[in-house]
């Protein structure tokens, strides 16, 4: 089954198997990442919207996702945003010129995308010299213990929903190419993240 059948299919109970994680700890990181972004935003993997109530009024959001369901749903809650377009597109090959963002982001998506690193080098392409490239994720613990759980797990995981709770994004982030500026622990010891990482394209 492809990422876009199984997240068509999940799209109407997305927010509902999430709502508790989203009350607890996702809504106050998200909140604590974006209230403060400011210029032109690329949104990758924008899913059903939940960054978009977080976005200050004058910051130019548009929010890209694979799944035109997924999407759907973020209209809805987009409505009276002026600020804010939505595109189906798929985060590894974004059709935007290079250059054309002041901050681009995932906010736990790369565990979903079939090569993260490519969509991660379209992220560094289409963000400006000088911008930040943000990612807020969930990614394989430095805790043997902990990270050993997460590979006995990624099987069903991957199954159920296509997500992956194993990956090594900081090391995917810098295969990318990208400079990795700031790495912040956020929760279960290191296995939420997030790292502001830059192009090596100079201002």
Not at 9 to 15: A, L, N, P
């Amino acid at each position: 089954m492809s990422i876009i059948t199984k997240y068509n299919r999940i799209s109407y109970v997305y927010d509902l198997m999430e709502s508790a994680v989203e009350f607890l700890k996702f809504g106050k990181w998200r909140r604590m990442v974006l209230s403060d972004m400011d210029g032109r935003v690329l949104d990758m993997g924008v899913g059903t919207g939940k960054n978009l109530k977080y976005y200050p009024g004058d910051c130019n959001v548009v929010g890209v996702d694979i799944s035109p369901k997924m999407l759907e749903h973020a209209k809805k809650k987009s409505q009276g945003m002026d600020n804010v377009s939505l595109l189906v597109m798929d985060g590894e090959h974004l059709a935007f010129r290079d250059d054309s963002f002041d901050n681009v982001l995932t906010t736990f998506v790369l565990c979903s995308l079939p090569e993260p690193i490519d969509a991660l080098k379209e992220m560094g392409r289409v963000c400006k010299p000088g911008g930040s490239v943000i990612n807020l994720e969930h990614m394989r613990s430095s805790n043997a213990l902990v990270a050993f759980i997460e590979d006995v797990l990624n099987p069903i995981s991957t199954f159920i929903m296509g997500v992956n709770i194993n990956r090594r994004t900081v090391e995917n982030i810098k295969k990318a190419g990208l400079e990795v500026l700031d790495e912040r622990n956020l929760g279960l010891g290191d296995v939420f993240r997030l790292v502001r990482s830059r192009s090596e394209k100079q201002p």
